[in-house]
């Protein structure tokens, strides 16, 4: 089997959108064999060898995932724009219980005005 039968011109991987045409023809064709001779189990089996046998992150993820694992380092990219803020629905998935009572406690310190115009609104839409 060609390696056009199997990899359109235009052929990309949804998830990572990698290019299939870099991908060997090779591994291709022995991927068609396995699930046409072996079934899917075969190639699920293949694959997962693969998978094993990829090379560690590149240089510098690591860094990233731990990165954003610093409450610290987020909030400041938050505020430099480098990444996008929660939404206010967001935040309130985010925090229940307790936790959200200090979220509520912290922006009414922070905001007292806009605090006393959230609650005095919340109000009349009641009565």
Do not use: C, W
């Not at 899917?40 to 510098?60: E, H």
Request: net charge negative; proline share 8%.
């Amino acid at each position: 089997m060609a390696s056009e039968d199997l990899m359109p011109e235009n052929a990309t991987n949804p998830v990572g959108g990698t290019d299939y045409r870099t991908v060997p023809v090779e591994l291709l064709n022995s991927a068609a064999g396995l699930l046409h001779n072996g079934g899917f189990f075969a190639l699920a089996d293949a694959l997962n060898g693969i998978i094993d046998a990829s090379p560690a992150p590149a240089p510098g993820e690591d860094q990233v995932e731990t990165a954003l694992r610093d409450p610290a380092t987020v909030h400041i990219n938050m505020l430099r724009g480098g990444i996008a803020k929660p939404t206010p629905a967001q935040v309130g998935h985010l925090y229940r219980g307790d936790e959200a009572a200090e979220v509520i406690r912290e922006v009414a310190r922070q905001n007292p005005d806009a605090a006393r115009e959230t609650l005095t609104r919340m109000e009349k839409a009641d009565d």
